[in-house]
């Protein structure tokens, strides 16, 4: 068994040594990447935007006269489904007080809506900006960030919609068509791009 001699000092006091298995340093390791796939393993990524604040209701694209591009998408609807076990006879006792017969019950499904499917509208770079270099330059964004896996071609295929959908929608817009606060934190954009 391999030990490892870890010295765990506080500045200005005397110096303890502990030392620990490698089978505990393995334990230890493994509970603190357990730790990090839990809800509030890591601290929040502070740079992480919410593509959800800039959309806008709406069945038309707002009225904006800066020129700005929109993007049209449809929120899905919230469905609640409740399944509870309704009694339909209760149990039968005998007088000692032992189950005679148990209690019969039924399985009732209910659905109920919470919201509504909503039109939004969100602003996204026009279709002047969306050449090959900036797709390929997207798609690689996206190859850093470990959601596209295929070779850099330069254009918005099905893979690329997959992973721009797979970047935005943990951040509140379920949409393979790129936002414009996506592609600036992506880092595709600048803030007052002149040419979305």
């Not at 340093?25 to 929040?44: H, K, S, V, Y």
């Not at 800066?66 to 399944?83: F, K, L, M």
């Not at 969100?122 to 850093?144: G, M, V």
């Amino acid at each position: 068994m391999t030990r490892y001699l870890v010295n765990a000092g506080i500045p200005g006091k005397a110096r303890a040594s502990t030392c620990i298995s490698t089978r505990r340093l393995a334990m230890l390791l493994a509970a603190m990447l357990l730790a990090a796939c839990q809800p509030g393993g890591f601290p929040a990524d502070a740079g992480r935007s919410d593509l959800a604040a800039a959309q806008v209701p709406g069945a038309l694209p707002p009225d904006d006269a800066s020129g700005r591009c929109w993007a049209g998408h449809t929120t899905p609807a919230v469905i609640e489904t409740v399944t509870e076990q309704d009694l339909i006879t209760p149990s039968r006792l005998t007088p000692d007080g032992s189950v005679a017969a148990p209690a019969v019950f039924r399985t009732v499904t209910r659905q109920k809506m919470i919201e509504d499917r909503v039109p939004v509208w969100f602003p996204t770079p026009c279709a002047s900006a969306l050449t090959p270099d900036f797709i390929a330059t997207l798609q690689r964004a996206l190859k850093a960030r470990g959601l596209y896996a295929l070779p850099l071609t330069g254009q918005m295929d099905a893979a690329t919609t997959t992973a721009v959908r797979r970047f935005q929608a943990p951040r509140g817009l379920d949409s393979g068509r790129l936002s414009l606060a996506a592609a600036r934190e992506l880092g595709l954009v600048a803030e007052d791009p002149a040419l979305m």
